[in-house]
């Protein structure tokens, strides 16, 4: 059981303050583990520190971070080292997206997508690689999408990021096997959170799909009870990843059909 496995373990939440990250950090608490929670807003942080030591007597740390800012994150996980140790989970939740089509999409919103979703998780992920690989023992998890598996109308960059990270974590995932170290790639579909605030403007792409819209609370249940398995993928919802499967398989077949479906945003 992951109460049993996670007690007393030391587990690193980047994008905590909200969504499924948030959950994460209260059944990580739930189950006895000690917490540092990461976002960018410190104030949400702190209330749910207060939160989560009240209620589960565990010990939790908060620090500002922007992933994005790649000498904040090592000035940050060096503060971390020096006041919890070594890390046994990193569960890499930062990210955001914006659904335009390729060409409205700004310079900046492609360069903050990248710079958060791909080279902020990247960033974090090398501060915890060497002393993970001394110790012969720990657990990355990178929360990734759907969307880096089957890219989809006006998801161009935001797919792309996450498909850079499937890429990085597939082949790391190979390069830390030998050193006993699991990496988790969780792929969902359209969660109910504030992301699409930013990513969907109009509320066109929510509408369309809140029939099917996971539930922050179910995605993050899987992804905790998936601390430290050897669980390769979580792909939620099933169905959906059956359609990356045929994709593979039949990708023009699967474009002419499903262009319609999926351009929706």
Same mark, same amino acid.
């Given at each position: 059981?992951?109460?049993?496995?996670?007690?007393?373990?030391?587990?690193?939440?980047?994008?905590? &303050?909200?969504?499924?990250?948030?959950?994460?950090?209260?059944?990580?608490?739930?189950?006895?583990?000690?917490?540092?929670?990461?976002?960018?807003?410190?104030?949400?942080?702190?209330?749910?520190?207060?939160?989560?030591?009240?209620? =589960?007597?565990?010990?939790?740390?908060?620090?500002?971070?922007?992933?994005?800012?790649?000498?904040?994150?090592?000035?940050?996980?060096?503060?971390?080292?020096?006041?919890?140790?070594?890390?046994?989970?990193?569960?890499?939740?930062?990210?955001?997206?914006?659904?335009?089509?390729?060409?409205?999409?700004?310079?900046?919103e492609?360069?903050?997508?990248?710079e %958060?979703?791909?080279?902020?998780?990247?960033?974090?992920? &090398?501060?915890?690689?060497?002393?993970?690989?001394?110790? =012969?023992?720990? =657990?990355?998890?990178?929360?990734?999408?759907?969307?880096?598996?089957i890219?989809?109308?006006?998801?161009s960059?935001? &797919?792309?990021?996450?498909?850079? %990270?499937?890429?990085? &974590?597939?082949?790391?995932?190979?390069?830390?096997?030998?050193?006993?170290?699991?990496?988790?790639?969780v792929?969902?579909?359209?969660?109910?959170?504030?992301?699409?605030?930013?990513?969907d403007?109009?509320?066109?792409? %929510?509408?369309?799909?809140?029939?099917?819209m996971?539930?922050?609370?179910?995605v993050?249940?899987?992804?905790?009870?998936s601390?430290?398995?050897?669980?390769?993928?979580?792909?939620?919802?099933?169905?959906?990843?059956?359609?990356?499967?045929?994709?593979?398989?039949?990708?023009?077949?699967?474009?002419?059909?499903?262009?319609?479906?999926?351009?929706?945003?």
């Amino acid at each position: 059981m992951a109460r049993e496995r996670l007690k007393g373990k030391n587990i690193v939440i980047t994008g905590a &303050s909200g969504g499924i990250g948030a959950e994460i950090a209260k059944l990580c608490a739930a189950s006895g583990a000690n917490l540092v929670l990461l976002a960018r807003s410190i104030d949400k942080l702190r209330q749910l520190e207060s939160e989560l030591e009240q209620k =589960h007597g565990v010990n939790v740390e908060v620090f500002q971070l922007n992933v994005a800012n790649t000498d904040q994150v090592r000035e940050v996980f060096d503060q971390i080292f020096r006041v919890i140790g070594d890390i046994d989970i990193l569960v890499n939740n930062a990210g955001f997206g914006v659904f335009r089509e390729a060409h409205e999409a700004r310079m900046d919103e492609i360069k903050g997508m990248f710079e %958060v979703n791909v080279v902020g998780l990247m960033a974090c992920t &090398s501060m915890v690689l060497p002393q993970m690989r001394e110790r =012969h023992f720990g =657990h990355i998890i990178n929360i990734a999408s759907q969307a880096g598996k089957i890219a989809t109308p006006k998801s161009s960059v935001y &797919s792309a990021t996450k498909h850079a %990270v499937l890429g990085y &974590s597939n082949a790391l995932r190979m390069e830390v096997d030998h050193f006993n170290i699991q990496v988790t790639t969780v792929n969902p579909g359209p969660i109910a959170t504030n992301f699409f605030n930013i990513a969907d403007e109009k509320g066109t792409y %929510v509408k369309n799909v809140q029939g099917f819209m996971l539930q922050p609370e179910f995605v993050a249940r899987k992804v905790v009870d998936s601390m430290l398995t050897k669980t390769r993928e979580i792909n939620l919802p099933r169905w959906m990843n059956m359609g990356s499967a045929i994709y593979v398989l039949f990708p023009r077949l699967f474009e002419r059909i499903g262009k319609k479906v999926l351009n929706k945003k």
